[in-house]
């Protein structure tokens, strides 16, 4: 794991198409600013376990010979508003 030191308003760069700015730090919190091409996702790391089990789930239906949905269709409830998540929205 590669461990890196900023301040308010530094950036971390991934690649060429990923900046990561440091938006604001209050005691143990840090907010962060991520400019990625919408290609890329990005997740805090409870969303991306909720997916990658929804995921898990999915599949083990589909190989348990339950009939999976229409592509695009699924009988899971819609995901939460990003406000609801305290994911921001892109602009």
């Given at each position: 794991m590669?461990?890196?030191?900023?301040k308010l308003g530094e950036n971390i760069r991934i690649g060429d198409d990923v900046k990561i700015t440091i938006v604001e730090v209050k005691g143990n919190h840090v907010k962060l600013g991520i400019d990625a091409p919408a290609s890329v996702k990005v997740h805090r790391e409870e969303i991306?376990?909720?997916?990658?089990?929804?995921?898990?789930?999915?599949?083990?239906?589909?190989n348990a010979g339950g009939a999976s949905p229409a592509p695009g269709q699924t009988d899971a409830p819609p995901p939460p508003d990003p406000g609801q998540t305290g994911e921001e929205k892109k602009p």
């Open positions: 590669l461990l890196l030191t900023r991306y376990e909720r997916i990658q089990q929804e995921n898990r789930r999915a599949q083990a239906m589909q």
